[in-house]
């Protein structure tokens, strides 16, 4: 799977969109991007993931870069609930299994009130 | 639907003791994942079931580790014996292919 780069951390003022970046320039043309956060002494938690398109759904909006090199999710609005720490993932889905999610160092996001 | 159950919470126990420790996962799920999170490590996968059959079982740090699933409902991780470098948050996984990961809310293992 490709390996993911993102800042080790970020402040975001309440009510702001927290725009949070990712870096993954050896990705490959079937490797979708996830991103999961983890909340402090609380499992990760699922947020979005994509392959090229942007996605959104209730929790954040995920864009692409055209060249897939990069992303960013994005909370509209934070909230003090959305501090955490965020994990950018890239792996292949395979139809047959390989599964398994590797999860690095991520970006702990503060909102600051 | 109660998500995927883990017990117990916390756990202290005495090196040299066996520990284990349980997960029930979201029904209908067919993936089951055992992850070991510490500072100095972060989140680390151990193991991985499909359909109750293990299917990567490299990150199993050594023989003193062992998971099971004995059917589609129930998962345990054993340790034994125990160590104190053992000390850690444990979280089980499940999820459908394809589809995101949903986690338990994790052990909280102490060993002294």
């Known amino acids: 799977d490709a390996k993911t780069t993102q800042p080790p951390s970020m402040d975001c003022a309440e009510g702001r969109a927290a725009n949070l970046p990712c870096n993954h320039s050896t990705i490959s043309g079937n490797e979708y991007v996830y991103w999961y956060r983890q909340i402090h002494s609380q499992g990760p938690q699922y947020i979005i993931h994509?392959?090229?398109n942007n996605e959104t759904n209730e929790m954040a909006s995920l864009i692409i870069t055209e060249d897939r090199k990069s992303s960013t999710l994005i909370l509209p609005h934070a909230t003090l609930r959305d501090t955490a720490v965020y994990y950018c993932i890239v792996r292949v889905r395979s139809n047959f299994g390989n599964e398994k999610l590797t999860f690095g160092t991520g970006t702990r996001l503060t909102i600051i009130p | 639907d109660a998500g995927v159950i883990q017990s117990p919470r916390h756990e202290v126990t005495e090196m040299g003791q066996e520990v284990t420790l349980r997960c029930k996962p979201i029904s209908g799920h067919d993936y089951l994942f055992w992850y070991r999170q510490t500072m100095m490590r972060g989140l680390e996968l151990l193991i991985y079931?499909?359909?109750?059959?293990?299917?990567?079982d490299s990150g199993m740090p050594e023989d003193r580790f062992s998971a099971k699933m004995p059917n589609a409902s129930f998962s345990t991780l054993k340790i034994q014996p125990s160590e104190p470098r053992d000390s850690a948050v444990y979280f089980c996984?499940?999820?459908?292919?394809?589809?995101?990961?949903?986690f338990g809310s994790g052990t909280r293992l102490t060993v002294v």
């Open positions: 994509g392959l090229k």
């Open positions: 079931f499909n359909n109750n059959v293990p299917i990567d």
């Open positions: 996984a499940s999820s459908l292919l394809r589809h995101g990961y949903t």
